[in-house]
């Protein structure tokens, strides 16, 4: 392969990721069909990593993916279509596709389709994963980590929901004031799932997952610039900044894995902590309080410590008492215990975990398994500890995290 069809290759590539969710949003506003503007965009990204090496990268790479992606859509309608209403139509819809194609910005309609995702026709459990899916491209076993759920099962229901919103008629719009609350939940929950999957990477260094954190942060920004006078909004978008802040911090200058309480806070980026602050703050003048706003304010709370040289563990206790009656998360329940841990002892904090007994999911879950092997340790209980940490070693993607597992569970006592 040579320079000029590697460059097409790579644009291609590039296009195909950062401009996925625009292009099914615009497709799928136009045809209230989702899965068949994702099997359209499928085809057109398929046929640019043929073309474009061939004949060399357009000039609007994005209106030539739709203009391919029309194609199809078209098809698919005027199979499903008769009589001369529908051929009517038919042009309207072709029409429309044809005159966006030909523009040189094409309306990002990302907004509007995640509220769609939201609405109360779907099934609740399944429209976060929706969104992560049709908004974001994230495939079922990726969605299925984020939400403790099989890839399977999950597989189906979000078949089943991009179904609905095209028997249904599903509209495309950012819904009223009275219509928000709810929906609203489900759209932050979808972003800062998104986030959470690129958080995984922390040097940046894989492309899928840094263009995904980027991602979220348009969409968190979206969100709360369009809807200033919602706090949770505001306190998603204080959270995500808060911990891309340390995001220098999490590896050492080898590439190994540094934990929080051992992460050097001098690192932290300044900026990004100051308008997390300003953000809260204005999320607190609101006058409601909610999930985001109280997760903002945790990692406000290790702040603390960049000011004072300590951590305020009776703050964070008190945060996460609030945010665990809210929200019943086992995730918060094994943070708090944690955090109880460093302010009682560590044995109040085994007590204070959830057990798998209750909970089936933290059997697959490794911060559960670490944060276990962790405390367990702390007691002394050295053989419990290391059977603990084998399943969170077994758990673990990121092998500099594996490798501070292995080196914590080697560090015990035989």
């Not at 098809?75 to 029409?95: C, K």
């Not at 299925?144 to 028997?167: C, D, E, N, T, W």
């Amino acid at each position: 392969m040579n320079e000029g069809d590697a460059h097409a290759r790579r644009t291609a590539d590039t296009v195909a990721r950062r401009s996925y969710g625009k292009l099914v949003a615009f497709l799928a506003a136009r045809t209230r069909d989702v899965a068949a503007a994702e099997d359209a965009l499928s085809e057109a990204f398929a046929s640019a990593l043929v073309d474009w090496p061939l004949h060399g990268c357009p000039s609007n790479p994005e209106a030539w993916l739709l203009t391919v992606a029309r194609r199809k859509v078209i098809d698919v309608a005027r199979r499903r279509s008769s009589g001369e209403a529908a051929t009517r139509q038919l042009q309207i819809l072709a029409e429309g596709l044809d005159a966006a194609a030909a523009q040189a910005a094409i309306p990002d309609r990302r907004l509007a389709l995640m509220f769609a995702c939201a609405h109360p026709a779907i099934e609740a459990g399944v429209r976060a994963p929706l969104v992560l899916q049709v908004v974001l491209g994230l495939d079922a076993k990726r969605i299925a980590s984020a939400f403790l759920m099989s890839p399977a099962a999950i597989g189906k229901r979000l078949v089943r929901a991009k179904s609905k919103i095209r028997q249904a008629g599903i509209p495309f719009r950012i819904p009223e004031r009275e219509e928000l609350p709810g929906r609203l939940d489900t759209v932050l929950d979808a972003i800062y799932a998104a986030f959470a999957e690129g958080w995984t990477d922390p040097g940046g260094t894989d492309v899928v997952r840094r263009d995904l954190s980027q991602e979220a942060f348009f969409l968190a920004r979206l969100v709360a610039e369009l809807l200033p006078e919602q706090p949770e909004a505001l306190g998603l978008l204080a959270l995500m900044l808060h911990a891309e802040a340390r995001r220098r911090a999490r590896r050492n200058g080898d590439g190994e894995y540094v934990p929080l309480a051992e992460q050097d806070a001098a690192l932290w980026d300044g900026q990004m902590i100051g308008e997390a602050e300003t953000l809260l703050r204005r999320a607190s003048a609101l006058g409601s309080i909610g999930r985001y706003q109280l997760e903002g304010a945790l990692q406000s709370a290790h702040v603390y410590r960049r000011h004072t040289g300590h951590a305020n563990w009776a703050e964070m206790v008190q945060l996460y008492d609030a945010l665990s009656a809210l929200t019943r998360s086992p995730v918060v329940a094994i943070n708090r215990a944690l955090a109880i841990a460093e302010l009682q002892d560590a044995r109040g904090a085994l007590e204070a975990m959830p057990e798998v007994a209750a909970d089936a999911r933290l059997a697959g879950y490794q911060p559960y398994w670490a944060a276990r092997a962790e405390l367990l340790a702390r007691t002394g209980a050295h053989g419990e500890a290391r059977r603990a940490y084998g399943i969170a070693i077994g758990l673990e993607r990121d092998p500099a995290v594996r490798r501070f597992l292995e080196r914590r569970q080697s560090a015990l006592p035989a």
